[in-house]
Structures are given as C-alpha cells and as structure tokens.
C-alpha cells in the first residue's frame, strides 16, 4: 500500500511539475521572449538589459532546478504514501465488502454503503485533494521563480488542477449530506426532522458552488480575455456564496425548529425516533430479544432444594475467594491468581458451577537476590496448574472445597485430569524468556528443593542464524547475545499475555477485559477471549465510548483460544456477520469456523460480560418501543444495586444454572430498576450453551406490583434486628464483615435472594471465612449456617435435612444456651490450634470472639434468672 501510493503522488505530481515546465518554455526559452513584452514597452534599454543580465535563461534555470524539484517531489510523495497507507485497512475493507441486507431509512441505501463505501471514497478524496493542492504549491513555486507575472495571470495547466481540486472538494462536500444520519443534535441520535427537511440539502448546494467555480475558473482560462474574472475574484465569490447559504440555513433551521418543530415536536420526530430505536437495537444484537412476563406466585416447597439453581446456588464470591487462594493455594510469595473464573464442568454426569483459576509467576514478586536476568527470563519460565473449586460447597472452618488444588496439582475429580500443567502464556506473563537454553528451568518446589523441567513445545521464535543478533537489538538486551546459555537450540518466547498477544494479531477487533481459563478434556490449560467487531458508522445507532473506542455497532463475532503451553492463537468465528467475513477475506486462514473447535472446548465457552454489559446499558433506554414512552424517557432503567462489604455497588452481570423451558443452561444475567428507585423492574438472561448461546430473554415485572430491589433486599437484611446484632458483633475484636454477591435468582415463579457473608480479620494477610448464608423470600429473611436452611425457613418448611452446613460461626441473635457455649468452646479450640502454630494474629481474633461470646453468655444467664 505504501509503495502504491508513494508512485501514484509522485506521478501525479510529475506530471503537474512537467506541465508547468512546458508552459514556461513554450512561452520562450529567453527572458525576452519569456516575458511578456508589455512589460519591457517604454523602459530604457539600460534597465531591459540589466534585467536579462540578472535573470539570465529562463530555459537554463529550469533545466537546472529540474533535479532538485524531482528529489523533492519524491521526498513529498514519500511522506504523503506514508500518511495514505495508514488507511490500508479502509481500501482492504472496501475490496471485501459484504451488504448487511439493512437499508437505512432515509436515503435507503444498504448499512454496506457506510460502513465499507463511504469511508473509502471519503479517504480517496481526501488523498487526492491532498495531491493537487501539492500540486497546486509545486506550480506555484515554479512560476513564481521564473515568471512571477505569469503565476498571477494562472495559466491554463493551474486553472485546470485549481479545477480538479474544487471538483474533488464538492464531491466530498456532498457526501457529507449522509451525516445527518450520524447527527446528535435532534431528540435521538441520527437524523430529525430538522436535519432531513434542511441541513441534508446545505452541503449539496455548496457541493454545487464549487463546481460552478470549478467551470468558471476553467472557461475562463480558456477564453483568455481580460474581461473575465480573475482566479481570486472567482474564489471570493465562492467564499461569499458559502457564506451566504450557511447563514440562510442556519436562520431557516432556527425558525422551523423554534416555530413548527417544538410545538409538534412529539409528532414531527415520531418516525425519526422509530428509527433511533430499530436501528440501534439492531446494531446492538438486541432486536430479538425474547420479552416475557415474569409471573410471581411465591409458592416454593421444600422440593425446591433439589433444584439445580440451588445446587449450584453461587455461594463464594470471587473476591473473598481470591484472597483465599492467593492465601492459601500460592504456596510460594512468587506464585499468584490474577483472577478468578466461574465456568460450568460436566461432573459425574451433572452440570456443576465451578471456580478456576490458573496459578502464574508474579515476576515482580522475584525481589532482592531472586530479581535477576537470569532468573526472569531464563529460569523461572512459566507457572504451574490450576485451582478448582465447586461454587456452593463449604468445609471446615468455612473454606471452600477443592476440586483440584497443591503444586503439581492434584485433582479429586477422576474426570478432571492434568496433564500438562504449565503455563508460559497467561495474564500475568509480562516478560520474554528463553527456553532449551541447556539449563533446567525451574518447574515447582517440592519441600526444601525444586524440581526442573525441559521445555518441549512449538512456541517461541528460534534463535539460529541471525535470530539471536536481531533479537538483542528488538529487546535491547546485550546480555542476550552475550549469554552462553542461549544458542541455535533455544527459543524466545514474546508477546506472552494472552491479551496482549491477541490484541496484536487482530487489532481490528475489540476484546474482552478479561481472559479466562479453561481445562481442556485433553489434560491441556486454554485461555479464552471474546472479541468482537464494531464500527462506529451505523446509521442511525447510539454511540457508546468503550475503552476509549467510539462504537455503535457491536456483535458477538468471534472467540480466541490460546493454548497456554505452546501460545498458538485460533479464532473460531461465532457469528459471521459481513464485517467478519470482510476481515476473514483480508486474513486468510485466521478465523476458523465454529465446527472445527474441539467438542470439550465448546463446553466451556462464555458469553463476554462486557459485551452484555455494553448491552444492557443500551437497553436501560432501548427498551422502551413506543414513541411517546421513549420521547419522555417515561420508562428508563438501571442497573441495581448490592451492598458489598459497607458500600453499595453497582451489581456486576453473574452466571446462573437456570431452569429455562425444560432444560438447565448457563444463563449469564443482571438485575434493572427503575430510575432513581430501587424496586426491581426485570431481568435479562442471556444464554451461554450451544446450541442456544446468545439468546436472549427479558423478564418483566407486572408495574403494579412491587417487587424488591437488590438495594430494597439489602435494607431489609439490616432491619432484621437480630441479624442487625450479629453484624454488629461480628464486626468488633478487630474483625471485618463481608457481605458477598447478592443474587437474584428467579425459580418456580418466584424470586429468591442469596447473600453469602465471610469474616476476616482486618490484617492483609488474613484468610476470609463463610459463615452464614441470608435468604429472602417475598418479605421473610433468614440468616442460617447452609442455604438448605436459610431457604427451608423462609419457605416455611421443616428443617429435616442432615446435609453437611457451614461451621456456625458467632452468631447469637437465635442462640440457646447450649448453642452459646457450643460455638465458645469452638472458638476457643480454634485460638488453642492457633497458638500452637504460632499464628497470633487469629489467635487473638478467636479470643476476643470468645471475649464476646463469654459476654453473651453472661447476659443471657442474667436473663434467665430474671
């Protein structure tokens, strides 16, 4: 692209140059002749000839300045291919292009039109009116180095580039007729009443002006007659034309718009904010969203606890779990957990809700002797494993269960198995290493020594021949080529964050925040992206600013898949929708198709949360169909809100097995309130498993019935007074409550909350602990040591079950005596393991609970007696 458009300026601009030498010679290769001979008429002969002795050889001069205008003609050209072949990707684009079968509805030309055309002919003329007007600096230099006065006389050869240029210009002047399709200055995005009835016709008329002034200064020329206007007569006329029709539209636009449009604003504007509304929910994947009335009956039985929502009822919130496997599962300062990620694993024939996350080398965590060259790039090379634990069970002392857990990892589920554990590319992966250097890179500590490992794989760029040289200068390193470790055997590994590395193969697409990672059936740990295409050209559609990305246009397209041992990258295409198949034309061989991604693969894909959340927050206002309801903003939503800890929060979008038309799926959804309230309106789901991914469905809430917010949920818990005394008790001794997740979980007709809540210490290094589990139902809240039997007393059951519960932890709002000295004794136990270990900081967390359970007891005494 650079070469092509390097050699078209500079042909270009060589021909304009050639004919403006031609123009000066052939008006005469002498000063005499090359002037005109009015202007020697009536000077003295003395003062003609100095003139000739001064100017010399018109000819001479142009011959001589002939090299010197070529090198700088090709300098010119250079840099003006430079600046167009960074729009390869719009020419490319446009070669590639595929109608969307969507019109807009003003000027009914197919979606394809502004996004492949319309960028292209606009970037096409902006090239080329860049072009001439060098072309029309190049003559202009020229003449005004040898003929001044034929410069001001404009000779034919610069009225017809002078032409060609205010040509170019009109023509992309009247394409800016379609931005009124774009136009935010009406009751919606996209173009009013205003814009179709004035402002669309403002740029044709001045379109218009200028290639009236284009034949003008072309006929002109060709008339040659000194009657005819001059070039910046003609140019001043222009300019004052524009003028004119810019305030005539501007004055015209005021007195429709504040005498005809806002008195019958609503009816004048009703088609256009159809359109705003068709529109951007198509752009946005929400056309075909199934919309449901979501019925309450509130009539759950104890049969509810076999429900698989319940069974996989997310009890552990993944920041308190963070911090318990960063705690509990690094095993060493240098090893960490970026993140945690819920996904869904087949277990013993069932669908079970699940937490993974992969263990990784935190390179800045190598401090002091260990913060070495060698240790960060050839030695310590990758992490080890993963952690798993199911989302709703609990063991002793109110830590999660694992699945799989310990370095090298060990699994508890047969069908769960690892074989090859390591991790070289991941999310915290943020340095290039070498590996087959002859060295053994360390693999995982194994007591007081560690154990090495070879790597084996395909990853990495190989370092023979000039490899190793070039690799020094790209990375400047000169220990690279100096080190003896590293020879033609080894490979460098670069690019090593996944999303860094995806996000350099395919920049043209937008991706998620976050990458999560899957355990394959093959024993092998993936990393998996959503990505997406977007455009910000869509007619008519809501814009949005997404990681400082303006976009109104964005589909679900695609999925990456990066294996974490080798670092390949394979694009499975999701939805081929045409700027898809634009890019895969363009790419070749990059984006594969759904079928060819391994069957254990598809099992664990998940819908992008960001995109349902960019999605969500459109439909807070685009849901709303009807003209007038969307004209007065009758019916806007929010996203709920939760408590977290002590603060109220934004709820995030959170993953459910739900019950949906006879079958369990993996429904990613989000709560909405109204404006400003915090009643609960609806809910979206939308579905994560083949074959129904991406469907979704909307909930309503009949209106004349209040139905409790998250926030609303959150003050009854704190109203509740002898859960109010527990909070209270519970947050004294130098310890903190942590409210998780609240989630709403739709079932049976009914609508349950589930709010898990953790102790911890105040300290960094504290582990949290799950002690109680709130439920709500209709307006009765239960806070109980299981969910069974949180939810077996709000639905008014008897507690019957003996399924193992969550230690009881210090509560005492419904405690009996026996209960009080049971759980006093607990935690003293626990102070007594604690001491022995050395551990003082929990040590004197349990014996001030004991402090207060002791207190507890006390008053509790004196009440009996009384």
Do not use: C
Request: aromatic share 10%.
């Amino acid at each position: 692209m650079l070469v092509v458009f390097t050699i078209l300026t500079a042909l270009i601009l060589f021909l304009i140059l050639q004919s403006g030498i031609k123009t000066l010679l052939k008006i005469g290769g002498s000063t005499t002749s090359l002037w005109d001979q009015e202007f020697f008429t009536g000077q003295p002969k003395e003062y003609v000839e100095m003139e000739m002795e001064k100017k010399g050889n018109v000819a001479e001069g142009v011959k001589a300045a002939k090299m010197p205008a070529l090198i700088l003609i090709i300098m010119i050209s250079v840099i003006q291919g430079l600046a167009a072949s960074g729009s390869w990707l719009k020419v490319l684009m446009y070669m590639n292009k595929t109608p969307f079968g969507t019109a807009d509805p003003i000027f009914n030309n197919d979606i394809t039109f502004y996004v492949f055309e319309l960028p292209f002919y606009k970037f096409l003329l902006s090239y080329l009116l860049t072009v001439m007007l060098l072309g029309l600096l190049v003559l202009a230099v020229l003449y005004a180095t040898f003929n001044w006065k034929l410069l001001m006389r404009a000779p034919l050869n610069f009225r017809i580039v002078l032409g060609g240029f205010l040509t170019a210009l009109a023509i992309r002047t009247y394409l800016g007729r379609y931005n009124i399709l774009y136009s935010e200055t009406g009751v919606v995005y996209g173009a009013g009443y205003i814009d179709v009835a004035i402002r669309q016709y403002i740029p044709v008329i001045l379109a218009a002006i200028f290639i009236i002034s284009a034949l003008v200064i072309l006929v002109s020329g060709w008339l040659d007659s000194t009657s005819t206007p001059s070039i910046p007569m003609i140019l001043a006329g222009m300019i004052a034309a524009m003028l004119l029709i810019s305030v005539l539209g501007g004055i015209a636009t005021f007195v429709i718009q504040e005498y005809k449009v806002t008195p019958n604003e609503l009816e004048l504007e009703r088609t256009y904010i159809m359109n705003n509304i068709a529109m951007t929910n198509t752009a946005y994947d929400l056309d075909e969203v199934e919309v449901r009335q979501y019925p309450l009956t509130y009539n759950l039985t104890d049969d509810v606890l076999e429900h698989p929502s319940i069974i996989n009822a997310r009890l552990w919130d993944y920041r308190p779990l963070t911090t318990i496997y960063q705690q509990k599962q690094a095993i060493r300062t240098y090893y960490g957990f970026n993140d945690v990620d819920v996904n869904r694993y087949d277990i013993n024939g069932t669908k079970h809700q699940v937490w993974l996350s992969a263990r990784e080398i935190f390179y800045d965590q190598l401090r002091g002797k260990a913060d070495t060259w060698l240790n960060k790039h050839v030695l310590y090379t990758h992490g080890i494993g993963v952690v798993m634990s199911p989302v709703n069970l609990v063991v002793d002392q109110g830590l999660p269960e694992m699945y799989i857990e310990n370095i090298p990892p060990v699994s508890h589920i047969p069908s769960l198995t690892i074989e090859q554990p390591r991790i070289y590319y991941g999310e915290r992966t943020d340095t290039y290493i070498f590996t087959g250097t002859g060295r053994d890179e360390f693999d995982y500590p194994s007591g007081d020594t560690n154990v090495g490992n070879t790597y084996d794989g395909t990853g990495g760029i190989s370092m023979s021949g000039l490899n190793k040289l070039i690799a020094t200068i790209a990375l400047g390193e000169l220990k690279i080529l100096t080190s003896k470790d590293i020879d033609a055997d080894s490979r460098l590994h670069i690019q090593r964050d996944v999303l860094e590395r995806t996000g350099l193969i395919a920049p043209y697409l937008l991706q998620d925040s976050d990458a999560y990672a899957v355990l394959g059936a093959d024993g092998h740990i993936y990393w998996m992206i959503n990505a997406f295409v977007t455009t910000d050209k869509y007619p008519y559609s809501e814009p949005l600013w997404i990681s400082n990305t303006r976009l109104n246009y964005v589909q679900d397209s695609t999925k990456a898949v990066v294996d974490a041992y080798n670092g390949t990258v394979t694009y499975y295409i999701i939805e081929n929708d045409p700027l898809l198949t634009a890019y895969s034309s363009i790419f070749p061989g990059v984006f594969k198709p759904m079928d060819s991604m391994p069957d254990d693969l598809k099992q664990h894909i998940r819908y992008s949360p960001d995109l349902f959340q960019i999605q969500s927050t459109i439909y807070t206002d685009y849901h709303m169909n009807v003209p007038e309801v969307f004209y007065n903003r009758e019916d806007r939503w929010q996203f709920a809100k939760e408590k977290y800890a002590n603060s109220m929060i934004q709820i995030e979008p959170y993953n459910v097995l739900l019950e949906m038309d006879d079958s369990t799926d993996f429904m990613m959804m989000l709560p909405f309130t109204p404006v400003n309230k915090d009643n609960m309106i609806a809910w979206m789901a939308v579905n994560q498993d083949p074959p129904r991914y991406g469907q979704k469905i909307l909930y309503e809430f009949s209106k004349d019935k209040l139905i409790y917010g998250p926030a609303q949920i959150e003050a009854l818990i704190d109203q509740d007074e002898d859960i109010s005394k527990d909070l209270t008790l519970w947050s004294q001794g130098g310890s903190q409550v942590i409210r998780g997740n609240l989630l709403v979980i739709p079932i049976e007709d009914s609508i349950l909350y589930i709010e898990p809540l953790y102790i911890s210490a105040e300290s960094a290094s504290s582990i949290p602990e799950l002690k109680k589990i709130l439920v709500v139902y209709e307006n009765r809240v239960a806070m109980e040591d299981s969910l069974e039997e949180a939810l077996l007393k709000v639905i008014g059951a008897n507690v019957t079950s003996t399924a193992p519960s969550i230690p009881v932890g210090t509560g005492t709002g419904n405690m009996t005596l026996t209960e009080l000295l049971e759980d006093t004794v607990s935690h003293y136990e626990k102070a007594r393991e604690y001491l022995k270990t050395g551990d003082i900081e929990n040590y004197g967390r349990e014996m001030k609970m004991v402090d207060s359970l002791m207190e507890r007891l006390a008053k509790l005494v004196e009440e009996s007696a009384g």
